[in-house]
Protein backbone atom coordinates (compact mmCIF):
# COMPACT_ATOMS: atom_id res chain seq x y z
CA UNK A 1 0.00 0.00 0.00
CA UNK A 2 2.68 2.59 0.59
CA UNK A 3 4.04 1.57 -2.43
CA UNK A 4 1.30 2.63 -4.64
CA UNK A 5 0.94 5.77 -2.48
CA UNK A 6 4.58 6.67 -3.56
CA UNK A 7 3.82 6.21 -6.73
CA UNK A 8 0.40 8.61 -6.81
CA UNK A 9 2.40 11.56 -5.09
CA UNK A 10 5.18 11.26 -7.94
CA UNK A 11 2.81 11.30 -10.47
CA UNK A 12 0.69 14.27 -9.03
CA UNK A 13 4.47 16.22 -8.58
CA UNK A 14 5.33 15.21 -12.01
CA UNK A 15 1.85 16.15 -13.52
CA UNK A 16 2.30 19.13 -11.66
CA UNK A 17 6.05 20.22 -12.69
CA UNK A 18 5.18 19.05 -16.21
CA UNK A 19 1.85 21.44 -16.26
CA UNK A 20 3.96 24.25 -14.90
CA UNK A 21 6.21 24.24 -17.62
CA UNK A 22 4.07 23.49 -20.35
CA UNK A 23 5.79 19.94 -20.88
CA UNK A 24 4.51 16.23 -20.76
CA UNK A 25 4.48 15.04 -17.56
CA UNK A 26 5.62 11.23 -19.24
CA UNK A 27 8.83 13.50 -19.94
CA UNK A 28 9.52 13.93 -15.95
CA UNK A 29 7.79 10.82 -14.86
CA UNK A 30 9.46 8.30 -16.95
CA UNK A 31 12.93 8.50 -15.43
CA UNK A 32 11.50 9.03 -11.98
CA UNK A 33 9.42 5.61 -13.13
CA UNK A 34 13.14 4.19 -13.56
CA UNK A 35 14.87 5.06 -10.73
CA UNK A 36 11.94 3.80 -8.49
CA UNK A 37 13.03 0.14 -10.27
CA UNK A 38 9.72 -0.24 -12.54
CA UNK A 39 10.69 -2.34 -15.61
CA UNK A 40 12.15 -0.41 -19.03
CA UNK A 41 9.39 -1.65 -20.90
CA UNK A 42 6.27 -1.52 -18.50
CA UNK A 43 7.73 2.54 -18.35
CA UNK A 44 8.01 2.92 -22.44
CA UNK A 45 4.83 1.15 -22.72
CA UNK A 46 3.12 3.71 -20.26
CA UNK A 47 4.24 6.44 -22.14
CA UNK A 48 1.96 5.77 -25.09
CA UNK A 49 -1.49 6.02 -22.32
CA UNK A 50 -0.05 9.00 -20.56
CA UNK A 51 0.26 10.77 -23.79
CA UNK A 52 -3.41 9.79 -24.59
CA UNK A 53 -5.22 10.75 -21.56
CA UNK A 54 -3.44 14.20 -21.90
CA UNK A 55 -4.75 14.56 -25.35
CA UNK A 56 -8.22 13.66 -24.09
CA UNK A 57 -7.92 15.91 -21.48
CA UNK A 58 -6.73 18.94 -23.83
CA UNK A 59 -9.24 17.97 -26.53
CA UNK A 60 -12.39 17.82 -23.53
CA UNK A 61 -11.51 21.27 -22.33
CA UNK A 62 -11.16 22.60 -25.80
CA UNK A 63 -14.35 21.26 -26.46
CA UNK A 64 -15.88 22.87 -23.54
CA UNK A 65 -14.61 26.36 -24.02
CA UNK A 66 -15.65 26.13 -27.52
CA UNK A 67 -12.28 26.49 -28.57
CA UNK A 68 -12.02 23.51 -31.20
Do not use: E
Not at 29 to 57: C, E, H, R
Amino acid sequence: ANNIMTYIVVGFCAGLVGATLAIGGALILIPVWLNLGVNKDVAASSTATLILLGSLVAFTVALFNHNY
